[in-house]
């Protein structure tokens, strides 16, 4: 049966240290390439509306669950730092045909400006932050994680999760159905559902490194080149007008856009006017033809720093 270009070709791949990342492809052959990077907590479902939308729009849309979260890999020992992510998104982005656009909400954004301010040549053609900055409101954050934390037993049922869900998100007018939770749950063996993370993500320093990891964070940001939007939610409580004149000062050629009614749950919250944002900045950037080939970057990245080639052609 002939998939269409809304339907995802369920892959993955392989990290530098051997776990496995379930990553989506949808329209493979398309231009330009997506890369969507989640936040702490969620899945690559997180972006399916959006990859299905702009697949059908000629772009070639990949997604991924990040170690220790969906269907990808978990850490043996349990030993999560932040780190260990950002290369798994460069090594992500490197398998690509071409430099991608990032699309990076909360923890993907914030990987990807690590990675796109430190990396020489860049591993993107532009990002997309979806309602993150390189520093953030505390309150929010702890928000966030009381909610991942509050129900260690699991749930009893599905109507049971459905129900905490929409007390989290309250804006939200339509429960999740038991479908839409199977990619987010996991029955352990006492019949219990348990969300899809690795327990350990909460228990281990990648929590704890956060605050630490700003003044880096602010650092990138600065030597950020490529093209920027920072998108967030009018109702955000992890962003606010103080975090984006920080970032917008520290990258003043990066473009902001507020998505009235949404919160930090952007893409949940607002999806069609979410994509109606990317799809306008993509078709504002200059065209793939005026950026350097990946292997003529290498090249003289090769010359000046003596940095292995990173993208390469078959």
């Known amino acids: 049966m002939r998939m269409d270009k809304h339907s995802p070709t369920r892959t993955s791949h392989d990290t530098a240290n051997g776990l496995a990342l379930a990553v989506d492809v949808r329209n493979a052959t398309g231009q330009p390439t997506l890369l ?15 990859a299905a939308t702009m697949a059908a729009h000629g772009c070639r849309c990949v997604s991924f669950d990040s170690r220790g ?30 430099p991608p656009i990032l699309v990076g909400a909360s923890m993907g954004g914030l990987l990807g400006l690590v990675a796109a301010g430190e990396i020489r040549p860049t591993p993107f053609r532009a990002l997309v932050l979806v309602d993150i900055t390189p520093r953030w409101e505390t309150s929010g954050v ?49 019949g219990r559902l ?26 990138a940001a600065a030597k950020v080149e490529v093209p920027v939007l920072l998108l967030s939610g009018e109702r955000s409580d992890v962003v606010s007008h103080h975090t984006v004149d920080e970032f917008l000062a520290l990258v003043p050629h990066a473009r902001h856009a507020e998505v009235p009614g949404a919160t930090h749950m952007l893409a949940g919250d607002a999806n069609d006017a979410f994509t109606a944002q990317i799809a306008g900045f993509i078709t504002s950037l200059p065209k793939a033809s005026t950026w350097p080939a990946p292997e003529a970057a290498c090249a003289q990245d090769k010359e000046e720093r003596g940095r292995v080639c990173r993208y390469t052609t078959e």
């Open 36 to 50: 969507f990077a989640h936040g702490f907590g969620q899945t690559r479902g997180a972006w399916n509306a959006v």
């Open 69 to 98: 979260h969906g269907e990808s890999d978990r850490v043996p020992g349990g030993e999560y730092h932040m780190q260990q992510f950002v290369d798994d998104l460069l090594s992500l982005a490197h398998a690509q045909p071409e």
């Open 142 to 190: 702890e928000r966030i994680l009381a909610f991942m934390q509050a129900h260690p037993d699991g749930f009893a049922s599905y109507a049971e999760a459905a129900e905490q869900i929409a007390a989290y998100l309250p804006q939200r007018r339509e429960r999740k159905s038991e479908q839409q939770l199977r990619p987010l749950l996991r029955e352990g063996a006492d």
């Open 194 to 219: 348990r969300w899809h993370w690795d327990p350990a993500l909460l228990a281990g320093g990648l929590v704890s490194e956060s605050e630490r990891y700003q003044p880096r964070l602010l650092s």
